[in-house]
């Protein structure tokens, strides 16, 4: 792998929802000085490809590591970063890149910049929260998305150099989802709820897939299901059927997916980042999970929790979020050239 020595800034991204994020500002901020690091935690190369090229942008390191182990994803690009040695990192989010980008760039010296800062869901066992607080202390400067999200770290004592810049998905949802109308199918019902399950604590346990499976069973409307891989195969495992009015098809590129969610009445999901999505472009969302970082939403009444355990309907939460009027977008507009011109204002 070729290095390039004359680099004053490496974005570091690992997951499809690191991707999607950055693609905007990755853009903006160019080639020239700039290295766009991949670490291959998702690694496929069909969804790696799929993804971007559809967001028209390609990683000039490709480390291919395909794992999630913190301390191998660390290694892996303390081996580059101690050749580039950036003057500036940036990181994305909670995942297992970020924290290890996120280690990696203080062992070599860097001064590391953590774009959507403050996020808190206030659950210690959720493993990416446990990351957002170590990568935040650990950060030079923190963007969070949102006035609140800065109040969070205000709490943890996180004051300096922090600026509330938005969300970068709106950008991405506010582009793509113009394209993605080329990206619709035609094979769907009229009217349709959309469907995301991927998370471990829901698609690894039997008893939550059950669970899912009578709630689904309960709606009367038609429901989408773009089946991500995991789910596909626990449900293969425990011998588990979708109910008649579950659609599954194939998981959809970020496109087709963007086109699913435009259309859809409503989203079901255990996703973080359709969450973000699904306000930006006005849909109702039903989050099955006890907990959320995405306070915003639930404030907004643009989203509900529904942890599988819960005894009422799904059903009848699904008909009450029918009628949710949706008219905020709580993640700035633009924010891909905000989120520039502080990193240029940084990184005189």
């Known amino acids: 792998m070729q290095v390039e020595k004359n680099v004053d800034i490496v974005t570091i991204a690992g997951t499809r929802p ?3 994020k950055l693609s905007e500002l990755v853009q903006l901020l160019g080639g020239q000085g700039h290295a766009l690091l991949y670490t291959g935690q998702h690694y496929s190369d069909n969804m790696k490809n799929i993804f971007f090229d559809e967001l028209q942008i390609k990683p000039d390191y490709d480390l291919r590591c395909d794992t999630s182990d913190v301390n191998r994803l660390k290694e892996k690009m303390l081996e580059l970063l101690h050749q580039i040695k950036p003057p500036y ?3 994305y989010g909670d995942t297992n890149s970020t924290l290890a980008g996120a280690l990696a760039a203080k062992e070599v010296g860097s001064t590391l910049v953590h774009i959507e800062a403050g996020l808190r869901c206030f659950d210690l066992n959720v493993p990416e929260e446990r990351a957002r607080i170590q990568i935040d202390s650990k950060s030079d400067y923190l963007f969070p998305p949102t006035e609140l999200a800065k109040t969070f770290l205000k709490y943890e004592q996180i004051e300096d150099n922090v ?5 970068l998905v709106v950008d991405v949802c506010r582009r793509l989802s113009r394209i993605a109308e080329e990206h ?8 349709y709820l959309l469907l995301t399950m991927h998370r471990q604590e829901n698609v690894d346990e039997p008893a939550r897939l059950e669970m899912l499976m009578k709630h689904l069973a309960g709606i009367t409307h038609k429901i989408v299901f773009p089946i991500h891989p995991r789910t596909k195969n626990s449900l293969a495992k425990y011998g588990i059927s979708l109910p008649a009015n579950v659609i599954a098809i194939e998981p959809a590129g970020y496109l087709e997916f963007l086109y699913l969610l435009k259309h859809c009445q409503l989203v079901v999901t255990d996703s973080g980042g359709v969450q973000e999505e699904a306000i930006v472009l006005k ?4 989050t099955l999970r006890h907990v959320s970082e995405r306070w915003e939403t639930l404030l ?5 929790l529904f942890p599988l355990y819960r005894r ?3 059903s009848e ?3 009450t979020m029918l009628a949710a009027k949706i008219d905020r977008n709580p993640y700035g507009e633009n924010v891909a050239a905000t989120m520039l011109a502080l990193i240029k204002e940084i990184a005189v």
Do not use: H, M, Q, Y
């Open 18 to 20: 690191e991707i999607i």
């Open 89 to 91: 990192v940036l990181v």
């Open 163 to 167: 600026f509330v810049t938005g969300n």
């Open 184 to 191: 619709g199918r035609r094979d769907l019902p009229s009217d």
């Open 283 to 286: 849909r109702p969302c039903i």
């Open 300 to 304: 907004l009444k643009a989203n509900v």
């Open 312 to 314: 009422d309907p799904l």
């Open 317 to 319: 939460v699904v008909e």
